[in-house]
C-alpha cells in the first residue's frame, strides 16, 4: 500500500502543480454545456431527458485526457521503465495510478457539476444525494479499466486512439446504465430498479478493478 | 560457497525473428566491476534489462542472489542508470528522491536525499523542478536517485552518453567509491578509457554472444582495443 500511496501522493502533486488535466477537462466541459444549452430550444421536459447523457459525455470524454494524460507523464523519461524495475508488485503501481486517475476525475466532476445544474436549472432536492453513488460507481468502472488500458495504449504511436478502440467497447455498459440511474435520478423517479441497476455498476466495478489488478504485472513487463 | 551475484545459463532472447541475446552463459560474483563492450546493437542493453528483470529471456534461466530477477526483494537490491533518466520534470530534485525514497522504503530519507544530493553537487538546486536542469545535472540526480538505496547492484547501460566534463568526473569518482564499498556494477560503454579505468573484467558482446570474456589486468588496452574493433569490423 505504501507504494500506491506514494505514486498517488507524487501525481496529485504534479497535477495541482501544473492543473493539466483538471483544466482540459474542465474547460472540455464546459463547451459542451454551452453548446449545448444554446444550441437547442427544447421545452424543460425534453431538456430534462437529454440532460443526463449530456452531463455523462462531458464526464467520460474529458475524463479521456485524464487518461491520456495519466501514462503520458509516466512515458517522459522513462517512468514507466522505472515503474516496472520498482521493488512492489504490479497491481501497487496499478493501485496508485487507478487512485490518482479517479480523485482528479471526481475533483473535475465535483467542479463541472455545479455549472450543470446552474445551465440546465435543474432543481435541488434531498434525492439529488443519490447521484453521488451513482457518479462514483459510473467513474470508477470507467477509470478502473480505464487506468489500464491507458497503460497498454500508451506504448504504441497512436496512443488516443487505441485507448479510445480498447475502452468504448468495455465500458459502454457501464456508462449507458449510469446515464440511466443519473436520468431517474434527475427525473425523480426512483424505480423499483433504481437499486438493482446501481448494484449491477458496482460488480462491474469490482470486476473491472481486480482483473486489472492482477493483469497490471504483465503490463509493466517489457 | 558464496552465491554469485549473478548467474545467467544459456540465455536466449528474441523479438519475434529479430534475434537480440544467444546462448550467453555468465557469472558475476559480488564486489565484482564487469564492463560490457559492444557496437549498438550487439544487446547490451537488451541484457542489461533480462538482468534487471523487466524483460524476460526467451529461453534459458537468470539468477539474481540465486533467485528471480523479477522478485521483490532481489529487485530493491539494484538500480539502474541508463540515458533513461527516471525522473519526473515537473517535480523538484528534493520530491523526486523523496518519491524514490518512499517507493524503496529508505530509512532517514531526508538525510539520505541529503548524502546523496551532496555526493552529486546538487545540493544548491534541491528545490528546483528537474524541468529547469541542464542535461548533465539531469543525469546527476539520476545517479543520485539510484545511490539513493544502497543497491547492492548496479547496472549502468552507457551512462556517460550526454554527460558534461563535470557530470563525467562526479559519476566516474562515484562509481569508484561503489567499487570500494563492494558492490558488483555492470557498465555497457564504448568507452575503452574508462572501462580499463574502473572495471575489474571485461565482456566483449558481438553478433548476440558474449566474443571475449577476460580480465582487465591480463590485458593491455591495445589488446583490447584490437578485439573490440576486430568484433566490429567482423559485425559489418
Known amino acids: 500500500m505504501r507504494a500506491a500511496l506514494s505514486i498517488l501522493k507524487k501525481d496529485l502533486r504534479m497535477e495541482f502543480r501544473s492543473k493539466d488535466s483538471i483544466l482540459s477537462m474542465w474547460i472540455f466541459s464546459l463547451l459542451i454545456f454551452v453548446i449545448f444549452n444554446f444550441t437547442f430550444e427544447v421545452s424543460r421536459l425534453v431538456m430534462l431527458e437529454i440532460a443526463p447523457g449530456l452531463l455523462w459525455v462531458a464526464f467520460i470524454f474529458s475524463g479521456m485526457f485524464g487518461l491520456n494524460h495519466a501514462f503520458a507523464v509516466e512515458k517522459e523519461n522513462g517512468n514507466l521503465r522505472s515503474m516496472a524495475l520498482m521493488p512492489v508488485d504490479g497491481g501497487q503501481v496499478y493501485l496508485g495510478k487507478f487512485m490518482s486517475v479517479t480523485l482528479i476525475m471526481l475533483l473535475f466532476e465535483s467542479l463541472i457539476f455545479p455549472i450543470f445544474i446552474i445551465f440546465y436549472d435543474l432543481q435541488l432536492s434531498f434525492q439529488m444525494f443519490l447521484l453521488i453513488p451513482v457518479i462514483l460507481a459510473g467513474t470508477i468502472g470507467f477509470t478502473s479499466l480505464g487506468t489500464i488500458l491507458s497503460a497498454v495504449a500508451v506504448h504504441t504511436r497512436d496512443q488516443q486512439i487505441l485507448l479510445s478502440l480498447l475502452l468504448w467497447p468495455l465500458v459502454s455498459p457501464i456508462i449507458i446504465w449510469s446515464v440511466n440511474l443519473t436520468g431517474m435520478v434527475i427525473g425523480g423517479d426512483i424505480t423499483q430498479g433504481f437499486y438493482p441497476l446501481l448494484t449491477r455498476v458496482i460488480a462491474f466495478d469490482v470486476i473491472f478493478f481486480a482483473v486489472s489488478f492482477m493483469l497490471f504485472e504483465f503490463i509493466l513487463e517489457d | ?236
Open chain 2, 1 to 236: 560457497m558464496l552465491l554469485p551475484a549473478l548467474e545467467l545459463t544459456k540465455v536466449s532472447k528474441d523479438f519475434g525473428r529479430i534475434i537480440a541475446l544467444r546462448n550467453i552463459d555468465l557469472t558475476i560474483q559480488s564486489g565484482e566491476f564487469v564492463s560490457i563492450l559492444g557496437r549498438n546493437g550487439a544487446g547490451k542493453t537488451t541484457l542489461l534489462n533480462i538482468i534487471s528483470g523487466v524483460s524476460k529471456p526467451s529461453s534459458g534461466l537468470v539468477e539474481l542472489y540465486g533467485g528471480d530477477p523479477a522478485d521483490t526483494e532481489n529487485k530493491s537490491k539494484l538500480a539502474v542508470i541508463s540515458h533513461e533518466v527516471f525522473l519526473y520534470n515537473n517535480l523538484t530534485a528534493t520530491e523526486n528522491l523523496e518519491y524514490y525514497a518512499s517507493i524503496y522504503g529508505v530509512k532517514d530519507a531526508e538525510q539520505r536525499i541529503k548524502d546523496v544530493l551532496q555526493s552529486v553537487e546538487l545540493m544548491h538546486r534541491r528545490f528546483d523542478l528537474v524541468g529547469t536542469f541542464s542535461r548533465g545535472m539531469t543525469q546527476r540526480l539520476t545517479i543520485a536517485r539510484a545511490l539513493l538505496h544502497e543497491p547492492s547492484l548496479l547496472l549502468l547501460d552507457e551512462p556517460f552518453t550526454g554527460l558534461d566534463q563535470l557530470a563525467i568526473g562526479i559519476l566516474i569518482s562515484l562509481l569508484r567509491k561503489q567499487k570500494e564499498l563492494g558492490r558488483t556494477i555492470l557498465l555497457t560503454t564504448h568507452d575503452l578509457h574508462t572501462a580499463k579505468e574502473l572495471s575489474q573484467r571485461y565482456l566483449i558482446l558481438e553478433k548476440h554472444r558474449i566474443l571475449h570474456d577476460g580480465l582487465m589486468a591480463d590485458t593491455n588496452p591495445d589488446e583490447i582495443r584490437q578485439k573490440y574493433f576486430s568484433s566490429d569490423r567482423s559485425g559489418e
